[in-house]
């Protein structure tokens, strides 16, 4: 993803920059009130054929300032058959880019300790289902260093319960 995106722009009708997904909007004055501060990247658009040439021709610009990590979607509850595989996903950013890991917390009477989950260093966390698992509680971290400090933020848990075989 290289340049972690806060907020994606496109030229719209009207001439100015903005989102049409979110329906925001960049204003002329942010730019210039923290030009130093502002990262600008332009990836071009690839047309998906003819149709779609008249209005995706203009490069998309991601803009941002450093931030610490934020969580936009965190991973929900799941019920799995024993055997399958349950899959969780999140989604964060940051700027400088943010990195993400999984921890875990097993299902105990007073059990607060959250444990690194090896490996897992993607959006996308795949847990095979087993009576072992069942009722472990799993979360994202995403972290990124601004300045020599490093900027953790965890998403909020996701239960998985696993039911007998289908």
């Known amino acids: 993803m290289g340049i972690s995106d806060p907020m994606r722009l496109r030229m719209l009708a009207d ?3 903005g989102n049409p997904r979110t329906r925001s909007r960049l204003h002329p004055g942010y730019a210039t009130a923290a030009a130093a501060t502002i990262a600008v990247a332009l990836t071009p658009i690839e047309a998906a054929g003819p149709a779609s040439a008249a209005t995706d021709a203009a ?3 991601a803009v941002g300032r450093q ?3 934020r969580i936009d979607q965190s991973p929900v509850a799941l019920i799995a058959f024993a055997g399958e595989t349950a899959t969780f996903d999140v989604s964060g950013h940051g700027m400088p880019a943010a990195t993400v890991t999984w921890e875990m917390r097993k299902r ?4 607060d300790k959250w444990t690194p989950i090896r490996g897992a260093a993607s959006d996308v966390l795949e847990v095979a ?3 072992s698992v069942d009722g472990t509680q799993y979360r994202a971290v995403y972290s990124n260093t601004i300045d020599g400090k490093v900027y953790e933020t965890r998403s909020a848990s996701a239960t998985l319960r696993v ?3 289908k």
């Open 15 to 17: 001439g100015r920059l």
């Open 59 to 61: 490069a998309l610009i």
């Open 67 to 69: 931030q610490a990590p």
């Open 108 to 111: 105990a009477p007073g059990n």
């Open 129 to 131: 289902a087993s009576k």
């Open 163 to 165: 039911v007998g075989k």
